[in-house]
């Protein structure tokens, strides 16, 4: 790797590889199908591997980057060290064998010392403490023992089937970039596979063992294969006659004499001194191109994420949309290499510039296919939003991609010529090429969005192609002067040559500069409703997401990724309330646990009890510090009080290392469709909360009835019903349409004390309320006994082994949007309602056994009031008023009006100061 060593004909190392039956075209077709297979298995690794360590560290971005780098590095460490020992094997084709099966043993103990970090993780906490440097070292070392040892064997794996398939120096580029485009292609179904089929089929578990069952099939099919060969050559051996000599065996790259130095005025002389390229620019291009490559990844996944639902579904459709490119551009690759009338180098400069035009081009093309960053799928069913998604991403992405993806694969031709072999070669570029992916990821994630943007950031990424063109342009031009200079070439040649080389360099150049300085007018990564009185009040783009606050006319709200909103001032009553209802239910709550923040408003309520310490967990960063930015006023002094601490971390996570106890742990609302989001409602977060909570503490999971439908939250219900010994629901607000619902879990399944709601009420207020008045603001929300029902005993339970929310409520979502199921809301929620009440009449409601004939009159007072409340909104005013007229009924004398029905709008405005809002809840169903 000299720097001005030249690549040019010297002899390359030969090596020792058996030829055979299987050397031939049928022979090669076999080890491709297995290579195909090795593929697909890597990326089912690598899905399941992110998603079990996200469980682990946490869904945080910094969590996902250490795990690829960690993964990546041990793909390029495998890469270098394994082609560096390919051509001593005696038999390459054994030695690919015994790497897929060590492949597959590996990936078995990942599973196992997963579950020794489980146990001794406290131990790690104790001694290096939680900080984020701690936290960041234990996450990077136990990445590094459980990803290394199989993603090392797994980098070997193609320079040493390259060693064994490349015959003859030659072919180096033909087979080398045959061999990628076919790995590739694997590794594309493998994301499919990963994403819609196995998980789906055989849960988790299940996709990881078939991963392991087709390393271990290939293996086990590349030694067989491996026998099969030697037992021919030696009945090949056995049968010639006596004194014969053996059949000679092959060398793919047999050693010959350094090719002449061409004569001193050849015609054509400077093209064919430029066949050649320094090594160090060879290196640099590998390099390069895996930084902007990976790196364009990353800004494309992230302009998707602002206009799909972003689920399971969606993520592996990207990914295998762009690996997919890369593979059908490694196979027109494959074709370039055999084009003779272009020399390579002026080749490969092409493929640059052409790969600077896409990526720049790439902004309009994104923006004017969405149409502005429209939501993808409109009123279309899931198959109808898959294929439509798919639409998109081939124009958007596959498309360009295709020329990205060239790159690495041609170099191998500019190799060819190079002393070495193939098995050293192949597993150097790609080792290079890797370890510049690991540095375009990162700088894409946590330098290039954060300070540019994601449309600058693809436009700084198309300067940097543009600037390798520039380079290599300038390699080029000094090398056609040193050829004339040497008078290699004749006049007319050799005058040309070097000029157009320094206009090549030039316009590349500029080229480079003007798209690193660029900015496209008028855009943002915001989509602002149009027709309405919205505007963008801060918009940030961190590693995790693309965070936003958006005003519409005295209303502030949060948006994350364009389309998803976290919560705002609209909603402010119903947000108070996610901390009002179940804190005055639980007498004398010390210390609360929030997973999840938003706005910080529900968080900043439970600061108006009498509590002594609130967490607060929320995932990003960004909605962090825009809420303390913007939200102060509704948020009671969150960030500030002193009782109060914020972390900016994975809540799941966050909860399970956490060696607190609480009263009250709150499970903010989360879209469920989301890829991730599933994992808050398992069976095993489920049963770590339980372990968090002190002494007659609650768990509180509060569920978007207008994201879900039955389905959905018969699953939520049935898991956590599984976990505690009792699950009660209760409303979140009063709305007429779109509600939330709390389900509160307990394991001490003892009858609520009326006695508590007057007690916590209290300390809202100093007006002098009667007992009466704050029993009928509490009871008014309960809706009835989840476990003493059995509504949903038949239901299938959510696990972290078998999502059945992650890939069900994707589903369910575009189903609705098609008009072919309803989420539960309107009619569907008061059918839920109702089905509470018929199976469990309050009379015989265990939770209920402490209260009298009228305590349980404010039961039906707010069953009344939100049929009511509907019907209403229906326009039905005669029925209306009949469910009106019993809610008054039911209402104690001093509590009776409208305005005294929800507990947040009653108690909280004299502490929490915000703009007036419509208690009733028309404006905040929105």
């Not at 059949?247 to 004569?263: G, V």
């Not at 408003?601 to 967490?615: H, S």
Request: proline residues 6%; glycine residues 10%.
């Amino acid at each position: 790797m000299a720097g001005d060593t030249e690549v040019t004909g010297a002899p390359v190392a030969a090596a020792r590889v058996p030829s055979g039956v299987w050397s031939g075209r049928a022979g090669s077709g076999v080890l491709l199908l297995l290579f195909l297979t090795s593929g697909a298995a890597a990326l089912i690794y690598q899905v399941l591997w992110a998603r079990e360590l996200g469980l682990l560290f946490g869904s945080t971005a910094q969590a996902a980057a250490i795990t690829i780098a960690i993964f990546f590095a041990g793909l390029a460490i495998g890469g270098w060290w394994w082609g560096g020992r390919a051509s001593t094997f005696r038999d390459p084709l054994v030695g690919f064998g015994w790497l897929e099966l060590g492949v597959a043993a590996t990936a078995l103990g990942f599973l196992l010392l997963l579950q020794v970090f489980v146990a001794v993780e406290p131990v790690l906490v104790a001694l290096l403490g939680d900080g984020p440097v701690a936290d960041t070292f234990i996450r990077a070392g136990v990445a590094t023992v459980v990803l290394l040892p199989p993603s090392i064997l797994m980098g070997g794996t193609l320079p040493v089937l390259g060693q064994h398939l490349v015959r003859e120096r030659a072919a180096l580029g033909r087979t080398g970039s045959l061999l990628y485009a076919v790995n590739t292609l694997g590794s594309a179904l493998g994301a499919l596979a990963a994403g819609f089929l196995l998980p789906v089929l055989v849960g988790y578990l299940g996709a990881y063992l078939v991963a392991v069952g087709l390393d271990a099939a290939v293996g086990i099919a590349a030694l067989a294969l491996a026998a099969v060969s030697r037992s021919a050559r030696s009945g090949a051996e056995a049968g010639a006659p006596s004194g014969s000599m053996p059949p000679p065996t092959r060398s793919p790259h047999p050693s010959a004499p350094p090719a002449a130095s061409p004569p001193a005025h050849t015609p054509g002389a400077v093209a064919g001194a430029l066949t050649g390229l320094p090594l160090w620019a060879i290196w640099s291009i590998a390099f390069g191109s895996g930084v902007l490559t990976l790196a364009v990844e990353v800004v494309w996944t992230r302009l998707f994420a602002q206009v799909l639902q972003n689920s399971a579904y969606t993520y592996a459709l990207v990914l295998a949309t762009f690996l997919l490119a890369l593979a059908a551009w490694a196979g027109v690759a494959n074709r370039l290499t055999r084009l003779r009338v272009v020399p390579p180098p002026v080749l490969l400069v092409g493929l640059l510039l052409a790969s600077s035009a896409v990526a720049a081009a790439s902004p309009w093309l994104f923006h004017a296919r969405t149409e502005g960053l429209r939501l993808i799928g409109g009123t279309a069913g899931f198959t109808g939003y898959v294929l439509e998604v798919a639409g998109v991403a081939v124009v958007v992405m596959f498309l360009p991609a295709v020329v990205l993806g060239a790159l690495l694969p041609y170099l191998l031709r500019l190799l060819q010529q190079r002393a070495a072999a193939p098995g050293q070669t192949i597993g150097r570029l790609v080792a290079v090429n890797t370890v510049g992916g690991i540095v375009g990821s990162l700088a894409a994630g946590f330098v290039l969005l954060p300070w540019l943007g994601a449309w600058r950031s693809l436009l700084v990424v198309a300067g940097g192609y543009a600037a390798l063109a520039a380079v290599i342009a300038a390699v080029l031009a000094r090398a056609a002067v040193r050829a004339q200079q040497a008078g290699r070439a004749d006049g007319e040649v050799a005058r040309a040559a070097p000029g157009r080389w320094v206009v090549v360099t030039t316009v590349a150049a500029v080229a480079a500069v003007g798209l690193v300085l660029v900015t496209p007018d008028g855009w943002a990564t915001v989509r602002l409703a149009p027709g309405t009185a919205q505007t963008l009040v801060e918009v940030r783009e961190g590693p995790q997401a693309t965070v936003s606050v958006v005003a519409d006319r005295d209303d502030l709200f949060i948006r994350v990724d364009n389309h998803y909103t976290l919560g705002g001032t609209r909603a402010l009553d119903a947000e108070r309330n996610q901390s009002v209802v179940p804190l005055l239910t639980q007498h004398a709550p010390e210390a609360v646990f929030y997973l999840g923040m938003g706005t910080g408003i529900t968080a900043g309520a439970g600061l108006a009890f009498d509590v002594e310490r609130v967490v607060v967990c929320e995932l990003i960063q960004e909605v962090v510090e825009l809420a303390e930015a913007h939200f102060t006023p509704w948020v009671n002094g969150l960030f500030v009080d002193e009782r109060a601490v914020v972390h900016a971390a994975d809540g799941r996570t966050c909860l399970r290392r956490s060696d607190e106890t609480f009263d009250v742990i709150s499970s903010d609302l989360f879209t469920p469709w989301e890829a991730g989001t599933g994992n808050l409602y398992t069976l095993e977060h489920f049963r770590t909360a339980q372990q968090r909570l002190a002494e007659g503490g609650a768990y509180v999971q509060w569920v978007p009835l207008y994201q879900v439908t039955d389905a959905e939250l018969g699953v939520i219900g049935a898991t956590m019903d599984a976990v505690f010994d009792e699950v009660t629901v209760w409303r979140g607000d009063l709305y007429a349409e779109r509600s939330i619902v709390a389900l509160v879990g307990r394991d001490d399944p003892r009858p609520l004390d009326p006695a508590v709601l007057p007690e916590q009420g209290r300390q809202l207020t100093d007006e002098a309320l009667t007992d009466a008045f704050l029993e009928a603001l509490g009871l008014r929300m309960y809706v009835g006994n989840l476990t003493a029902s059995g509504l949903y005993a038949d239901r299938e339970l959510n696990t972290d082994r078998r999502p059945v929310i992650e890939y069900r409520a994707p589903v369910s979502q575009r189903a609705v949007r098609a008009g072919e199921a309803t989420f539960v809301t309107g009619a569907a929620r008061e059918a839920f309602y109702l089905a509470l009440e018929e199976a469990v009449p309050l009379a015989d409601d265990p939770f209920l056994a402490r209260l009298d004939e009228r305590q349980l009159g404010y039961v039906t007072a707010g069953r009344s009031y939100s049929r009511f409340r509907l019907l209403d909104r229906q326009g039905q005013a005669e029925e209306a008023q009949v469910w009106l007229d019993r809610f008054l009924e039911h209402s104690p004398a001093d509590a009776s009006g409208p305005r005294d029905v929800s507990p947040a709008a009653r108690l909280l405005p004299r502490l929490l100061p915000g703009p007036d809002q419509d208690l009733l809840g028309g404006p905040g169903e929105g």
